[in-house]
């Protein structure tokens, strides 16, 4: 059953590319046409600029999941939640999630965040949104006479957008990309 649902599955998806390649392509074909040359030296400045960005994203996410981790290393409610800024769901949930951790005596050690891709959606000075495809994995759960190797869990899907609070990126939102 399990190997009939999969194909059916996969089956739909190639369906809704074709069909859904067929409708866009020849617009898309249309605005190639009306758009205007590019030069090879302005490619060239666009992807140094892109990648650029790039690599910003990623140090502002990287520093931001470090002190995150360290958060949660020392069970630091306050800490944690001025990675977020005020009125954010995501900040709400996690700062919830590690008080019921810390009730039970418990702090995550060596908590990482292995970022698999990133997009740059939008990016300013002071706000910057990404679609990210990540996934927790290594972290211990300790505590008096406990200490657990968590699991890793599944690579995920998610926007995440961010906006400089007080000098500091903070994160407003994060929602699930499906």
Do not use: N
Not at 19 to 32: H, S, Y
Not at 67 to 93: C, K, N, P
Not at 107 to 113: I, K, N, Q
């Amino acid at each position: 059953m399990h190997r009939a649902a999969t194909g059916l599955l996969a089956a739909i998806v190639t369906t809704a590319l074709a069909v859904g390649a067929g409708v866009l392509l020849p617009g898309l074909r249309d605005a190639e046409r009306a758009a205007p040359a590019v030069s090879p030296a302005s490619a060239r400045a666009a992807a140094v600029a892109d990648s650029g960005a790039e690599r910003q994203a990623r140090t502002v996410l990287a520093t931001w999941d470090l002190r995150r981790a360290d958060a949660w290393a020392h069970g630091d409610a306050r800490a944690l939640g001025r990675l977020y800024a005020a009125g954010s769901v995501a900040g709400r949930r996690d700062a919830a999630m590690l008080e019921r951790w810390s009730a039970r005596g418990l702090r995550v050690d060596g908590l990482a965040t292995q970022l698999l891709d990133l997009a740059v959606v939008e990016q300013g000075p002071t706000r910057l949104v990404l679609d990210v495809t990540d996934r927790v994995g290594g972290g211990e759960a300790v505590g008096d006479g406990v200490r657990v190797d968590l699991p890793s869990d599944r690579p995920t899907r998610r926007r995440i957008s961010l906006r400089v609070v007080a000098g500091e990126w903070r994160v407003a939102s994060v929602r699930p990309l499906g």
